[in-house]
């Protein structure tokens, strides 16, 4: 009966050594994860609120010895945000309006239709991901050229409208699967009563696609935001968002503040350099900051983490 007890204790204190252990290694794991993520973003706040003083000082390296704001006030001159915040939203939200909408169609079509060729479509959606966006951009190019809409938000809107969109097949399939799984009795029942196709989508297949949308809608917001590459080659210097204004920053800076004469006062640090590129990300940690919760519900309701 002794030994019994005896090799449940032990049994018992080499689980709970295992356990403890284990959550070690996690604890870890996720302490260097997340200083990894966060240590860029702690640095550019902390260098944009310093002084010119603060930044060359050896004795000062994080903390200020003073919050220093005018960084903020001169970047925001040179991004001209006034402007440029309004542009980029309308030219990010709109199109990831559009492009959740036209991938869930098709999804929902892929999902509940049969028609011929049915699986060359699925495949030709999943090829088109991964073909790179370089590969497209000329011929995309002429046919905007040719219907003449370079430079304006149509060659945004009209890729967005068609499913086209900055990586739209990744949300058709993420759609595809989430209609798959939704049962089929909702829509006979519709049928029933009368309701067609279109009908059946917008009045039940969307609301209850919430999730998925959330997620679609969240990710397209930030890849068109994001984007400099192309949005810089389609709208050229007629749409200026602050994605693009931080991309000529330096430029910009020095037509404004010339430095011809070698006085060193207007010449850019760091912190005008950090300040202006937390103002264009600043839009972004404010959503998620807001949709943080929805975000994380929508991911685990949608299937994305493969549950």
Known sequence: ??????????AYTRKHYVNILSKTIIYALLIGIGYAYLYPLFFMISSSLMSIDDLVSPIVSWI???IYLDNYEIAWKVLDANKALFQSI????LPAILQTVATALVGYGLARFEFPLKKLWLFLVVATFLIPAQVT???KYMLFDRLKIVGTPLASFLPAIAGQGIKSSIFVLMFYNFFKMMPKAFDEAAEIDGAGSLQIFFRIALPTAVPAIVVAFIFSFVWYWNETYISGLFFGDKIRTLPLKLRDFVSQYQS?????DGSTENRINEGIRMAGTFITILPLLIMYLV???Q?????EKSGITGE
């Open 137 to 139: 951009v000329i011929p």
């Open 295 to 299: 975000f994380v519900e929508s991911i």
């Open 64 to 66: 200020p010895r003073s």
């Open 291 to 293: 949709l943080q919760k």
């Open 1 to 10: 009966m002794k030994n019994v007890n005896l090799e449940k204790t032990i």
């Open 90 to 93: 309308f030219m990010a939200g």
């Open 256 to 260: 404004m503040y010339p430095t011809e």
